[in-house]
């Protein structure tokens, strides 16, 4: 079946720091892939995706590329602030069900000033 | 505009008792989804309305859950006798609805239930 594995947390960085945030998937066919985050008291954002193969979902200096040699969609920012500091969720869309979300565990990260 | 509107944000419960949650979608969005999220985990996808209909419940852990949608808006996830494994965050997404595209979701703040 479907599924999406995250790194564990949580993940203590200080700000200025470079992040990755590894996520892996299984899927059949051609998935999207997202990538939200859940800011402390607020609800989950859609921070960035990609639709197919090689696509790079940007926003925020956040960036996340689809690889599906790998079947991977690793979160990386060059410098994060302590702004960042959250929940990371990895999450597929299957192309049968492009309605039904898979997701990963969540990743959290602290970032120190 | 309003985003999607949950409600109540919190509720504290009895065993046995039955619990109401409600979301109100972004108005316009066809599409609605229920989640659950429990402690250090990821979402859990529970149910799905497009309009009023529901074509997947696959995800009700068990008979006790059912959910409706009326009007095309407004949703009611009802749990009855409920366990304290149904302590959770229960999260609404509403979207679009555009058939066979990527569909964003847009969530709700969540009613973290608690069964005592």
């Known amino acids: 079946g479907n599924s999406v594995t995250q790194m564990e947390g949580p993940v203590t960085l200080s700000e200025e720091a470079f992040l990755t945030i590894n996520c892996t998937y299984t899927a059949t066919g051609y998935p999207s892939l997202f990538w939200y985050v859940q800011y402390p008291g607020e609800g989950l954002q859609l921070l960035l995706k990609a639709t197919k193969a090689d696509d790079k979902g940007s926003n925020k200096g956040f960036e996340a590329t689809y690889r599906k040699e790998t079947t991977s969609f690793h979160l990386e920012k060059g410098s994060v602030q302590v702004s960042d500091s959250a929940v990371y969720f990895c999450?597929?869309?299957?192309?049968?069900?492009?309605?039904?979300?898979?997701w990963g565990a969540g990743t959290k990260l602290i970032i120190k000033p | 505009g309003a985003g999607v509107s949950q409600s109540p944000s919190n509720k504290v419960t009895e065993k046995g008792k039955d619990v109401e949650l409600r979301c109100d979608p972004i108005?316009?969005?066809?599409?609605l989804y229920w989640y659950r999220q429990s402690l250090g985990q990821g979402l859990e996808f529970l149910i799905y309305f497009q309009g009023n209909s529901a074509p997947d419940k696959s995800g009700l852990p068990s008979d006790r859950f059912s959910a409706e949608r009326t009007g095309g808006s407004v949703s009611t996830l009802t749990i009855q006798r409920t366990q304290q494994e149904d302590s959770a965050v229960y999260l609404c997404?509403?979207?679009?609805?555009?058939?066979?595209?990527?569909?964003?979701?847009?969530f709700g703040p969540g009613t973290r239930l608690t069964v005592t």
């Open positions: 997404a509403s979207s679009l609805g555009l058939a066979g595209l990527v569909d964003e979701q847009y």
């Open positions: 108005s316009g969005h066809t599409a």
């Open positions: 999450a597929l869309s299957a192309t049968s069900s492009n309605y039904q979300l898979i």
